[in-house]
């Protein structure tokens, strides 16, 4: 007999616990939440491991990964392994741990993870670019009030709904 998923958490309690969560994120680690500094970090360490010169050389490298530094002697690598640990544990408690891809009926798997890994990419290289990740930029950001972070949430949205337009029918 298989048993039900959970519902979901009441959003308004959802968004409150992540407002404690960003204030203990501050209190504790002296930074707000976000990724992809963190998957930064991960990248550097292997990519020190692997060619250490090469990080040594550029300078971008150099200043989190280069000499005797370790990329990964950072909260943000912690809270980001944190984040998966505890999502995992979320997901086994509450019965919505699965393996799934989720698409509409007009695109193949295939279409739908190159779309996901092209968007990731560009993410993340945007993400870098512009020194934080949604979710640095959008809750941590706008939490201190920041004015470009809250003109990048803006962005986001205005950016969303705009493609959506092009993209639905993938999805209905």
């Not at 970090?41 to 989190?64: S, W």
């Not at 739908?112 to 950001?141: E, K, N």
Request: aromatic share 10%.
């Amino acid at each position: 007999m298989k048993s039900e998923a959970k519902p979901y958490i009441n959003p308004y309690v959802g968004g409150t616990l992540l407002g404690v969560v960003l204030f203990l994120a501050f209190l504790l680690t002296g930074n707000g939440l976000g990724a992809s500094g963190a998957i930064n970090r991960v990248q550097l360490a292997v990519v020190d491991a692997i060619a250490p010169h090469h990080v040594d050389k550029v300078a971008y490298f150099a200043e989190t990964a280069g000499g005797h530094r370790n990329p990964l002697s950072n909260p943000s690598v912690l809270m980001l392994l944190g984040t998966l640990l505890g999502g995992m544990l979320s997901g086994f408690i509450f019965k919505r741990f699965k393996v799934e891809l989720r698409k509409g009926p007009h695109i193949s798997n295939a279409l739908r993870l190159a779309m996901a890994l092209s968007g990731g990419v560009i993410m993340g290289y945007g993400a870098r670019l512009a020194r934080g990740c949604t979710s640095g930029q959008a809750l941590s950001g706008g939490a201190v009030l920041s004015v470009g972070s809250w003109a990048f949430m803006l962005a986001v949205f205005a950016g969303g709904y705009l493609l959506a337009y092009f993209v639905r029918r993938l999805w209905t």
